[in-house]
């Protein structure tokens, strides 16, 4: 695997410094920790660093064949997305909330005639909850976030780019979704699956397990 100029950067001032943590690499390159989160995952990832808790990140001495990138990267979203959990505009806070858990996932995907409109997350439902809103009475659509604002995906991207969406934008899942096009021109999005977090993680799980 090729690294980038950023992440070969990084891997030298492990070396220089290790053990070193996120914060201090994030200082050294002039950049925010937010924006070197993939690039850290990528490294950890490959077995090039080791990260330890509460330690920092260490330089492992490992040199990566690139196997375990080259896996990802041909695994298409298609293959690993699963059913996604969705729900209408007008569904009130307390009965969204209710069937987040009963499906025990961490988004619900609003959609509007087979449209997708927006997505609502556990961060939305702690935030109105706490905030004293009577959520009995206030529908999913007033605290959703609403298109073009929602990370979106194709079924034929592979699955190492949505990881690395899934870490830099730090949400739960992201939708796949089809074009539609309707007959004023404008294109609209049909949701047809999602890859969340627990996706990815099967699927490491899954290329770990091929690899013993």
Do not use: W
Not at 4 to 15: A, D, F, G, T
Not at 22 to 27: P, Q
Not at 73 to 101: G, H, Q, R
């Amino acid at each position: 695997m090729k690294l980038s100029p950023r992440q070969e950067e990084i891997v030298c001032l492990v070396k220089e410094n290790a053990p070193i943590t996120s914060e201090a690499l994030a200082e050294k390159i002039g950049v925010t920790r937010a924006a070197l989160r993939a690039d850290l995952a990528v490294l950890t990832m490959i077995g090039t660093l080791d990260a330890r808790p509460k330690v920092g990140y260490v330089y492992t001495g490992k040199t990566s064949n690139g196997l375990i990138y080259s896996n990802i990267n041909k695994i298409k979203v298609s293959e690993i997305m699963s059913k996604p959990v969705t729900v209408s505009e007008d569904t009130m806070v307390y009965d969204a909330i209710v069937y987040l858990f009963l499906n025990d996932v961490g988004t619900l995907f609003i959609e509007n005639n087979g449209v997708l409109t927006g997505a609502v997350s556990r961060k939305d439902f702690l935030k109105i909850s706490i905030g004293g809103t009577d959520i009995h009475r206030v529908p999913v659509g007033v605290i959703m976030t609403r298109m073009p604002n929602i990370i979106c995906a194709n079924k034929n991207d592979n699955a190492y780019d949505l990881a690395k969406k899934i870490i830099e934008h730090e949400i739960d899942s992201i939708p796949v979704v089809e074009i539609i096009e309707k007959s004023d021109g404008k294109d609209q999005m049909k949701i047809i699956g999602k890859v969340s977090k627990t996706n990815i993680t099967k699927l490491f799980v899954k290329i770990g397990e091929n690899e013993d």
